[in-house]
């Protein structure tokens, strides 16, 4: 599976929109971008994902370049419980196919 | 939603002892499970692949006699942390696939082991 870069840390204030960036630039055709979120010892939440088109949920909307060598996930109005670690994931879907976690990006949502 | 139930949330254990971990999917059949492993302050490691009627798939540098996984039913995978030690203390989470090759997968609340 393609490695993925994000930055270690960021703040956003409360209310504002979050933009968390992925780079992803040996991503193959067949590997879709994956984001999950961790609150401190919890267990990972999905949040979205997609191929190629840009999506949106009740959570969350991807921003997917068009050579999808980087990606974009927002976060539209950020809460406190917005708080957590977002992992960026690139992976073939195949059923039985792993995840396989980077180091993240530890977002802080500022009152 | 589909829920992955892990049980216990938390446990302390001797040194020598065995532990064992249970992933159930609630609402949904799971051939596949993978379990992780989390350090404080560390991104989650894959530690192995479960799958319902035969051997767990063991990432490279996981002891499997030492982390016995067992998936004998589509609902239930079991991790057992045999004769543990303080450097098994960890955070401990499973996952299952939704459904759909493309869909995410869901994850277990966790199992915060302590050796002491």
């Known amino acids: 599976d393609a490695k993925t870069t994000q930055p270690p840390s960021m703040d956003c204030a409360e209310g504002r929109a979050a933009n968390l960036p992925c780079n992803h630039s040996t991503i193959s055709g067949n590997e879709y971008v994956y984001w999950y979120r961790q609150i401190h010892s919890q267990g990972p939440q999905y949040i979205i994902h997609g191929l190629k088109n840009n999506e949106t949920n009740e959570m969350a909307s991807l921003i997917i370049t068009e050579d999808r060598k980087s990606s974009t996930l927002i976060l539209p109005h950020a809460t406190l419980r917005d708080t957590a670690v977002y992992y960026c994931?690139?992976?073939?879907?195949?059923?039985?196919?792993?995840?396989?976690f980077g180091t993240g990006t530890s977002l802080t949502v500022i009152p | 939603g589909a829920v992955v139930s892990q049980h216990p949330s938390r446990v302390i254990c001797k040194s020598g002892t065995s532990v064992k971990i249970e992933c159930r999917s609630l609402?949904?059949?799971?051939?596949?499970m993978f379990w992780y492993r989390q350090f404080p302050k560390q991104s989650l490691m894959l530690m192995a692949t479960?799958?319902?009627?035969?051997?767990?798939?063991?990432e490279q540098g996981v002891e499997k006699d030492k982390f016995l996984i067992n998936h004998a039913s589509l609902t239930l995978s079991t991790l057992t942390v045999t004769s543990a030690h303080p450097e098994d203390s960890s955070f401990y989470i499973c996952?299952?696939?939704?459904?759909?090759?493309?869909?995410?997968?869901?994850f277990g609340s966790g199992t915060r082991l302590t050796v002491v």
């Open positions: 479960s799958n319902e009627g035969s051997k767990a798939t063991y």
């Open positions: 994931i690139v992976r073939v879907a195949n059923t039985g196919n792993q995840f396989y």
């Open positions: 609402d949904f059949q799971a051939t596949t």
């Open positions: 996952s299952a696939s939704l459904g759909p090759s493309d869909y995410g997968y869901t």
